[in-house]
Every structure is written in C-alpha cells, then in structure tokens.
C-alpha cells in the first residue's frame, strides 16, 4: 500500500489492484467509503474506496463491439454477468514510478491478451495531496500500431452517512433499456434534475448525464466537498444505489455503451487514438 499525506489529508492507493483508492480521509474520518481489511488483503477491486476506469466507462452491451472493420468479445464482468463493465485497468498491477510525502505516481503498460481489451495503451495515475484537496491527473497513449477507442474516468464511492445533497449542471441524462444501456437521450428532468442542490433521495439512481459542465457540489450533513473534472470529462454518472452507506459520482469522458453507437443526436461515441495520440485529464475533490 502506497500512503501519501498533507496536513489532515491521507490516502492509500494500492498499486497491485488498478492503483485504486483504498481510503481517502480528513482527520481520521472517511471522505469516500473505506474499503474493507478483506478486500485488500484479498485485493477485491470491486469493493475499493475509488478505482479508475481506463479503457473504458461503464458497460459495454454483452462485451462486443465492432472497430476498424473487425469484431470483438470481451470478457463479462462478475458484478454485471450480462456486459463488460468498468474497463480492465481496475484489476491489473501498476507500476509506482514516484513516492513523496504528499504525492505519487502509477503507471500501466498494457498488452492485449485473449479476452480482454484488444488494444495496447500505457495509462498514468498521477496523485498529489494539497492542504483542501485531492487533485488526479488520470489519462492513456496509444501505444498500439492501429487507431483504437479509448475512454478515462473515475469511480469513486462517497460515504453516504447524512441527508446528501447534490448540485450540478448538465445538458440532459441518458434514458436507458431493460439492460442498463443507454438508447435516447432527455432532459434531466424531475428526480434526475440536480440544477437546483437537492438531495438524492431514497430511489435508485443509474445513469449518465451528458453535457457536464465539470461541476459538482456535495453537501453532506456539515461537510461540503466540489468534484471538479477537467474538459476531458464531458459526461457524469451518478450511481445512488438502495439502502447502501454510499453513492457514486462518476467523473469520465463518453456515455455507457459508447463504444456501439445508438444514432442518438447527443452520442458522441469515444476517443479514437492514432498510434502515439493521449487522452487525459484531471480531476479533484475540494473539501470546502
């Protein structure tokens, strides 16, 4: 386990499971939700504090997908058996390239393999500690000889121990299918509109919002925290799952699914990288 501190801050990164977030605290008390003893010990990416999602975002529909006139069929993910989820970076070992105090920095040199991602990439971690913030520098190259999609984002689970109340400004939110998958594009209208801080109820809420403004406040009994994400990350998913300690609030750059278009107007799809192009870009949580 990787630790870095600054002031009241502190921060575990396990580097042998995805350079996930296993804590992330102030003084002691939890920030994100803490990931169990078991988990590490077992190295149970699913159940980390905040893990990075590299290739891709979310679900791809049954794990296929077509690209540069070729089919393809990634492996199915435990935590949803009917698609591939969360991109692969998660479960793979990094590479500590840096340890300081207050910072650190991961990398990931990945090789395709049968079932899994079919495109090479090196992906970064960059994190550093300020006095009022986490700040992550996050991103992927190309390191392949073909053009391939490419998608980054974080998912990190906040602790959900008071009434929380969300704020943030988005163009309109993905409907979705039976199967979790986006199909048309809304307004974020009635309980998926958060324009005004409001707080996210009791109901489950699943979904991307597209045309993010990079803003987020969180308001949290006493605590106020501001997810900011950079331009690079033009999409929100907010996960506010049923009689959980905990909710998710997704910094990532394209919608669910969009590596298989839907023909809808607001689908942008994802990145294509020439050999050698990037994609990055950062993200921080300020507690206010």
């Known amino acids: 386990m990787i630790e870095i501190r600054n002031g009241a801050l502190n921060l575990g990164v396990e580097p042998a499971m995805g350079a996930s977030i296993a804590w992330f605290r102030k003084s002691g008390a939890a920030i994100l939700r803490e990931t169990p003893a078991s988990a590490i010990s077992l190295c149970d ?11 891709f975002s979310n679900r791809i529909r049954a794990g296929k997908f077509s690209f540069g006139g070729k089919n393809f069929t990634l492996a199915r993910d435990a935590e949803d058996p009917r698609h591939a989820l969360h991109g692969t970076a998660r479960f793979k070992p990094w590479h500590v390239e840096r340890h300081a105090t207050d910072n650190a920095r991961f990398s990931l040199d990945y090789a395709p393999r049968a079932g899994d991602w079919p495109f090479a990439y090196h ?4 994190f550093l500690l300020l006095p009022d913030r986490l700040r992550l520098s996050i991103g992927m190259r190309n390191t392949g000889a073909v053009a391939a ?21 988005a163009g309109y939110v993905w409907g979705k299918d039976g199967e979790d998958i986006p199909t048309h594009s809304v307004p974020d209208a009635g309980r998926f509109d958060f324009l005004k801080r409001r707080p996210i ?18 308001v949290r009994g006493d605590q106020r925290l501001k997810l900011l ?10 996960f506010t799952p049923r009689e959980k300690p905990y909710f998710a609030v997704e910094p990532v750059s394209h919608r669910p ?32």
């Open 45 to 55: 990416g699913r159940a980390f504090s905040a893990f990075p999602l590299i290739p």
């Open 229 to 238: 994400g950079s331009a690079a990350f033009t999409h929100l998913v907010l």
């Open 149 to 169: 999609p490419a998608g980054i984002g974080l998912h990190p689970y906040f602790v959900r121990n008071d009434p929380v109340f969300l704020n943030f400004d």
């Open 257 to 288: 699914d969009a590596i298989n278009p839907n023909y809808d107007p607001q689908d942008h799809g994802m990145a294509v990288l020439r050999p050698g192009e990037s994609l990055s870009g950062v993200i921080e949580i300020i507690l206010a």
């Open 123 to 126: 992906a970064l971690q960059d």
């Open 201 to 218: 109820g009791d109901g489950l809420i699943d979904n991307d919002y597209g045309g993010w403004d990079g803003t987020v406040d969180i």
